[in-house]
């Protein structure tokens, strides 16, 4: 056996040592799971709902360890004592509490990610094991203390190396999935990961650089050491789209933390699932900040005393409605600082008890209490005095309240007087229109200002009573039980009660607009505008944020093109650290170099350096004679790097980026070039074997403009008619953003693919 064997073959050991302690845990855990749920509904109600709530605890604690099983142990530590400390995605000790897998979020890990030769206090090794399933596939040393004896023994044992797991991670297929960083994280990222709870982190970063992946396992860290108080408020990730979020869906089930909401601003508020897109300039217009002020004005603006205000008539005495009334008791019910169509109960109350005050000046007795109770239901039946009071304080719901501003010019004049005629021509839309994703911030500011629909605030108030009722019942339970200090708590009770478990509490997080979180990761960033950040800090009240973007790749011109501007007005300049990563992980040194430089010239601010490794050819241009040809080409491009690049087994992405104007085209042209290759491939797999199943390229093969495809990344990129691309963008410097987003998609190789005409009216 060589060293290197016998290298793998001790590392293996270790491997299924920690394997077989996870399948020992799952199957205890398992147990005492099936032990509970055996006990049925039988015995006394603080013994059936303490057994549901261990019941919740197994399954939490079931689902963490299965979602752990890939990649297990990644890494090992051996320091100047001659110890050994094995790294993986959890922590576990063996029945004897003897440590057998160190947590990679833990302290004690740090130095896997941090240590260098100048800096590694008392670790003199670093080794990377690969797995393959449960198998140990390869391992490397970096030796950290060059005069220990490690480097002559891992020179010796053929383990010396560098960067190959990172390298190695780097040149895989992509799958159509993010996959986790955790065994590969370098020291920039490990800084940003393990940064304070408090405040907000902002993480500017290149394409590849790695960004998203930070602020994933940032989330899972913080998680991790804040677990008392994350649990409850919960974690909230806002990505760009569905197709990211599909993208990113299982990098933190696999650092075993599931109980996570991630949303688009499109479907950040709950029943609202905005899909139309504005005009460039209609979104930028409503993310503005001064859209605040003509919601606020909208809403005031139902506060007024109505032009016609009538005489009622009780019991024979006529009573008039008078407008200085009305000024009182909007200004009592103003005075409350409460939503709304809450406050709105204070202003009929006291117009009705104004009234009533009224009737009773006009008698020459002192009236029963069972005659002021009558004329107390007269006046709330009576309907001319119910039309005016709504006239004066009308109860609203926030999409009618917009749907009416967007509709009507004369509103948008009224309540917002510093728009321009071209600027309200361009935010009229006809009344019922569809909601647009830049409408949600809008509709979220009215929400805030308005309060619940009265008609839904009766629903709530009776479930939170019972809410109330079924907590206070709980506290009673573990008091009498002398339990309520332990594991359970009345809450945990009152959870079980209701069928929620700890999972289930994003779920309900994501069921309920007023939910604040106790932590927010926001993802493409600099794509946010003013509104849409009030909207996020609206729900997290702490201001701890994980925020990343690159402000190079911003396309919305209400986005952020420079994060000093932006962030100190959103969380004052001492409350928020920029953090920069420089390396470029994704792109090969060809292809970031290339998109660097036309950055560059396009006066982007470029903050990556450069790419950690060269790949042959990763660069490549065709230049067309015409439109036809170009479409052909296209076609014969995508079918010949779907055969280089896409694998049977579902691994392998290439996308053809496209300017919006050719987009049905190139679609067709690829769908039959695909189809075609297809059918040659059937024929010769036929032809070698005649039991060959055929395949498909699925979404392996996408056409996608460049809004589709930010934070994310293929194998192979075609990027078709990058000067037409630029044309279509709403600016010059939105155009450059665009375009350097295509450029930096691809891990292996780029295609830049245009005709003679197209190259002429820009140098890429």
Known sequence: MSNYSSQVEVEQQAVDR???????????????????????????????????????????????????????????????????????????????????????????????????????????????????????????????????????????????TGEGALLASLSSRRTGKMTDIVATIQAEQDAIIRADLQGAVVVQGGPGTGKTAVALHRA??????????????????VGPGPAFLRYIDQVLPSLGETGV???????????IHAQRVDEPHVAQLKGQLRMRDMIRNAVAGRERVPASLPTITVNGFHISVLAEDIRQAIADARRTRQPHNKARETFVRDMLDTMRRRYVDQLDYTPEAEELRDVMSQLRMNDRLRVTLNLAWLPMDAKWMLDQLLSKPEQLRRFAPWLSDEQVQLLVRPKGAEFTVSDVPLLDEAM???????????????????????????????????????????????????????????????????????????????????MDWRMLVRRCPSRSFTIVGDVAQTSALGGTRNWQRSMNHIFGHNNWSLHELTINYRNPKEVSQLAADFAEREGLYVSTVNGVRTVPDAVQRMVCADQSELMAVIGQQAAKLASEFVDADGSGRVAIITPLELRDAVQATVDQALQESLQQQRYEDFCADETAQPRSYGDQVSVLD??????LEYDAVIVVQPGLIDQEAPSRIVAAADLYVALTRPTQRLLIVRTREDEASLSV
Request: hydrophobic letters at 35%; aromatic letters at 6%; zero cysteines.
């Open 18 to 160: 920690a394997y077989h302690r996870l399948d020992t845990l799952r199957a205890q855990v398992k147990e005492r799971l099936d032990a509970v749920r055996a006990a049925g509904s039988h015995g006394s109600p603080t013994q059936r709902t303490e057994r549901d709530s261990f019941a919740t605890m197994y399954e939490d604690r079931l689902g963490q360890l299965r979602a752990v099983e890939d990649r297990l142990v990644f890494g090992r530590l051996d320091n100047t004592s001659g110890n050994r400390r094995y790294i993986g995605r959890i922590g576990m000790s063996n029945e004897h509490h003897e440590p057998i897998l160190t947590d990679w979020r833990a302290e004690a890990a740090r130095p896997f990610y941090e240590a260098t030769p100048s800096n590694h206090g008392d670790i003199v090794m670093r080794r990377h094991i690969t797995l393959h399933f449960r198998e140990v596939s390869g391992i490397e040393d970096e030796v950290l203390d060059v005069h220990s004896a490690h480097v002559d023994e891992a020179s010796h044992n053929g383990t010396l």
């Open 220 to 237: 899972a860290y913080l998680l991790y050491t804040h677990r008392r108080m994350l649990d409850r408020s919960g974690v909230l990730v």
């Open 261 to 271: 909401v991630s949303r688009t601003i499109a479907d950040l508020i709950p029943g």
């Open 448 to 530: 805030e200002l308005l309060g619940p629909d009265p008609r839904e605030a009766s629903k709530l108030a009776v479930q939170e009573a019972a809410l109330a009722r079924e907590e206070q019942y709980a506290k009673e339970t573990l008091a009498q039980a002398g339990i309520g200090s332990g594991i359970v708590s009345s809450s945990m009770l009152v959870d079980s009660m209701q069928g929620f478990d700890a999972e289930l509490t994003a779920q309900r997080a994501a069921a309920d607009r007023e939910w604040t979180y106790g932590h927010i990761v926001v993802d493409e960033a600099q794509e946010l505008t003013a």
């Open 706 to 711: 460049t809004q589709e495809v930010k934070g």
